[in-house]
């Protein structure tokens, strides 16, 4: 199974807005559920703490720590997972990842950097 690509992190300040996307060759898009996940700075490697998910009825389910700012969707069609951040705070500095939910080992990607800082 070829592993998750994230894409689109980057430094933006606090209060701003970031998009990300994960996609994957393959064609496991289309029969679970997919989840984001972030490990912030000094959490220990493998530390990932979920952020969102949503099944194949596009049902949808946010931590608390999120809930009003990020919002997860779906492009089955494309293989396409996207995160919309907004009102981004410097606590939500981490590495960004993609996953089934629940996560698999053998797919996680690199994922993608967020910085939010002055």
């Known amino acids: 199974q070829v592993p998750f690509v994230e894409s689109g992190g980057g430094l933006v300040e606090p209060g701003g807005s970031l998009r990300l996307s994960c996609t994957s060759s393959?064609?496991?898009?289309?029969?679970?559920?997919m989840g984001w996940y972030r490990q912030a700075p000094g959490k220990q490697h493998g530390q990932r703490d979920l952020i969102a998910y949503i099944n194949n009825n596009n049902r949808t389910n946010y931590s608390d720590f999120v809930k009003g700012r990020f919002t997860i969707s779906r492009d089955n069609t494309k293989n396409l997972l996207n995160l919309q951040m907004n009102s981004l705070k410097p606590e939500d500095t981490a590495v960004y990842y993609c996953?089934?939910?629940?996560?698999?080992?053998?797919?996680w990607g690199q994922g993608t950097q967020v910085a939010v800082s002055e």
């Open positions: 393959g064609s496991i898009f289309t029969s679970f559920a």
């Open positions: 996953n089934r939910y629940p996560p698999t080992v053998a797919d």
